[in-house]
Structure formats: structure tokens, C-alpha cells
């Protein structure tokens, strides 16, 4: 690997943040985490909290009337940033075949899996999601990752109960149990404010996701 870049990770998050987005992780892959050819340096992007969804709901994706407007702002938005870099930039809804986001979230040392098995991230919590990523040919220089999940001190692990139907808890997720209760009366508090498992989680809580967003991608999950 090349002597490492003194272009610091936290100028590329300063430039994020024009776009209300956040670099949430960062690492230099090795050749068995499937990034492009050549990428010394992956940085993963996502939602800067607060002032995140007001800011994309604002955005000309968001008033054209066309399909998917979350996605075309993200391709937009990071594509004009990793040709300011000089890097490629990639994104979870390309495929197939997909890029592996979340080997990529456990490689950037900032995500562990949670006792629910879902990623839970050392700022967004059970609430992580990942706008997109962007390949470097230069290795930056990288903060110290933490050395543990915070999932390892939190207290009482509300996560592990939270969910009403049990879908999903510290066995896995039962999809099919998910979709029922969200056809029912009940599950109306999920699909208009956000999975209750992802809620009851401390970091979730602290991260400021409006439930706006949360009820725009509950949507899109239960079609």
C-alpha cells in the first residue's frame, strides 16, 4: 500500500455536510472485500442528523414527479462530490450484482451487528443507512476505529424486546411475521414513525431521524 494521504477523512466529511451527509465510516480494503480494483480508501456516506430530510425533500428530485427520487439524489449528490475527490462513486441499489455495504460497514470499524443481527452504528444506531460510498485511489490517513460495538454496554438492551409481533429480535427476522403485523391496525405506529426495534435503541434515539423519513422508508418496505 502507498504511504498514506495526509488529506484528512474529516475535510471530506466537512464537504459532506454541504449536502446534510456525514462520512460514517472509512478503511483501506483489502482484496477479499470486493471493492473496485485499484480503491485504496472507501469511505461510506449517511444522513448528516439533525436537518436531513428537510434538506433532500427540498431537492429538485424531490419535486420532478419522477420514480425514486431518494436514490437520484444520492447518485447526484456523491456523484458530483467523488469527481471533486477524484474518486468512483458507488451505491447499494447498483446491480446486480450489489456491492457488499454491509461487509463494508463492519470493515469500517464504526458498525457491529446488534443483538437483533441488524447493523447498529456508533452515531446512527439501529437507524444506520448508507446513501452511498465512494473509492479512493489514494490511502488517507484514517481515525482510530473503536475498539467495541456500544451494543456491549448498553443497558437492558431494549432492542430485544421491543418488537410487538416478536419478528424480529435476538433469533433473526421473521419477514413474513414483519409484513402481517404491519397489515394490521397495530402496526400502524411502526409504518408512520419507524420500526419500533430500531426506536427503542439509545443511539437511534439520540440521532434526530424524523419520522417523516422513517415513514417514507416503511413504505417503500411494505409495498
Known amino acids: 500500500m502507498t504511504a498514506p494521504d495526509l488529506d484528512p477523512v474529516d475535510r471530506i466529511d466537512r464537504l459532506a455536510a454541504a449536502e446534510r451527509l456525514a462520512v460514517f465510516g472509512a478503511f483501506h480494503p483489502l482484496p477479499e472485500d470486493g471493492a473496485p480494483p485499484g480503491t485504496a480508501t472507501l469511505l461510506l456516506f449517511g444522513p448528516r442528523e439533525p436537518g436531513f430530510w428537510a434538506h433532500v425533500t427540498a431537492a429538485p428530485e424531490w419535486r420532478d414527479g419522477a420514480a425514486d427520487p431518494l436514490d437520484r439524489w444520492s447518485k447526484r449528490v456523491l456523484g458530483t462530490l467523488a ?49 452511498g460510498a465512494i473509492a479512493l485511489g489514494r490511502a488517507l490517513a484514517l481515525p482510530p476505529a473503536r475498539s467495541a460495538s456500544p451494543c456491549e454496554s448498553c443497558a437492558g438492551r431494549p432492542c430485544l424486546a421491543a418488537c410487538p409481533p416478536g419478528a424480529l429480535g435476538g433469533g433473526g427476522y421473521d419477514l413474513a411475521a414483519c409484513h402481517g403485523f404491519l397489515d394490521r391496525a397495530a402496526g400502524r405506529d411502526c409504518l408512520s414513525a419507524g420500526c419500533l426495534v430500531r426506536r427503542a435503541c439509545p443511539l437511534s434515539r439520540a440521532y434526530g431521524r424524523l419520522p417523516e423519513q422513517s415513514a417514507y422508508h416503511m413504505r417503500q418496505f411494505h409495498r
Open 83 to 131: 469527481a471533486t475527490l477524484g474518486g468512483q462513486a458507488l451505491f447499494p441499489s447498483d446491480g446486480p450484482p450489489y456491492w457488499p455495504f454491509t461487509t463494508w460497514a463492519l470493515r469500517s470499524g464504526r458498525a457491529w451487528t446488534s443483538p437483533v443481527r441488524l447493523l447498529v452504528h456508533d452515531v446512527a444506531g439501529l437507524m444506520v443507512s448508507f446513501r
